[in-house]
C-alpha cells in the first residue's frame, strides 16, 4: 500500500495513515487503502483490536482532498461520497474494536473516520471540524448521521452549520471522544485501553458491540431481543465455559488458547 503502513503486535493491529505531505488528507486512492487495510486486520486472526492514527503530530487526517475534489462533476462526488461511506461502514460494522487515536488535525473526513470508530483517543493538539459547508457543500461520508448519534442533535448542527473548529477539550465536553491526553502519552493510552478490552473475551465483545450498533436506532423492545439472543448464544461457545471456569477457579481466563 502507498499510504498505509500496518503493525500487528500483541495482538493489536495499528493502522497508519501514511500521507504526512498532505497532513495526511484523503485521497481516492488512500480511501480504498483504508478500507482495504481494516478489512485485512479483520480478518487477521493474531488481531483482536484496531487503532488507526495518522502519521507525525499535526493530523489525524486533515479531510479530503480539496484539490481532487475541486474538479468533481457530480457524477465522480457520488462515487466518491459512496466509496468513503462504504469505508467507514468497514470500520464502523468491525467485530474487533475500532480505536480512533486522533493525534492532531480531524478535520471533514477525518473526523469523519473518527466517528464511525468505537472509541475515541485525542491528543491535547487535537482539532476537529466538519468544515464542508465553507466549501459550498456537506460532510459525504456520514457526518450528518453519525455525529448527531454520538454527541446530540443540537451540538451536531452547531459544528456543521457554522464549520467551525473545536479543540481537544470541547470535544471531550461534548462527548466526541473518549480521552484527552497529553501529545507524549497518546499511542500508550491507546495501548492500555487495547490492553483492558483485550483481556476479555472476543467473542463477546464482538456480541456486544454487534448489539449496540444493531439496536442503537430501534425501538428498546426491538433491541432487547437482539441482547437476549446475543446473550444467549454466547451460552454455546468455550469461550463462556472457559470465562466462567476461571471465575470460580479464581484464575485468569485465557481466550486465546
Same mark, same amino acid.
Given at each position: ?45 493474531? =488481531? ?5 492514527? @495518522?502519521? !507525525?503530530?499535526?493530523?489525524?487526517? #486533515?479531510?479530503?482532498?480539496?484539490? $481532487?475534489? *475541486? ?29 480512533? =487515536? ?5 478535520? @471533514?473526513? !477525518?473526523?469523519?473516520?473518527?466517528? #464511525?470508530?468505537?472509541?475515541?483517543? $485525542?491528543? *491535547? ?133
Amino acid at each position: 500500500m502507498k499510504y498505509i503502513k500496518i503493525e500487528v503486535k500483541n495482538r493489536i493491529g495499528t493502522i497508519i495513515i501514511n500521507r504526512p505531505e498532505a497532513l495526511n488528507a484523503m485521497s481516492r486512492t488512500l480511501v480504498g487503502e483504508l478500507k482495504d487495510a481494516t478489512e485485512n486486520l479483520i480478518k487477521d486472526s493474531d =488481531v483482536n483490536i484496531i487503532l488507526i492514527t @495518522g502519521s !507525525g503530530e499535526k493530523a489525524f487526517v #486533515a479531510g479530503a482532498d480539496i484539490k $481532487a475534489m *475541486q474538479k468533481m462533476s457530480g457524477r465522480q462526488a457520488l462515487e466518491f461520497s459512496r466509496e468513503g461511506q462504504e469505508m467507514t461502514m468497514v470500520i464502523e460494522e468491525s467485530p474487533k474494536p475500532v480505536i480512533a =487515536v486522533i493525534n492532531g488535525f480531524a478535520l @471533514g473526513g !477525518g473526523c469523519e473516520i473518527a466517528l #464511525a470508530c468505537d472509541i475515541r483517543i $485525542a491528543s *491535547q493538539n487535537a482539532k476537529f471540524s466538519q468544515p464542508e459547508v465553507a466549501l459550498g457543500i456537506i460532510p459525504g461520508w456520514g457526518g450528518t448521521q453519525r455525529l448527531p448519534r454520538l454527541i446530540g442533535k443540537g451540538y451536531a448542527i452547531e459544528m456543521i452549520a457554522s464549520g467551525e473548529m473545536i479543540n481537544a477539550d470541547e470535544a471531550l465536553r461534548i462527548g466526541l471522544v473518549n480521552h484527552v491526553v497529553p501529545q507524549s502519552e497518546l499511542m500508550g493510552k491507546a495501548y492500555l485501553l487495547a490492553q483492558s478490552i483485550l483481556k476479555n473475551g472476543p467473542n463477546a465483545v464482538a456480541a456486544a458491540l454487534k448489539c449496540i450498533h444493531t439496536g442503537y436506532d430501534k425501538s428498546l423492545e426491538s433491541s432487547l431481543d437482539i441482547e437476549l439472543n446475543a446473550f444467549a448464544e454466547l451460552f454455546e461457545t468455550e469461550e463462556q465455559r472457559e470465562g466462567t471456569a476461571a471465575f470460580v477457579e479464581k484464575r485468569k481466563p485465557n481466550f486465546n488458547k
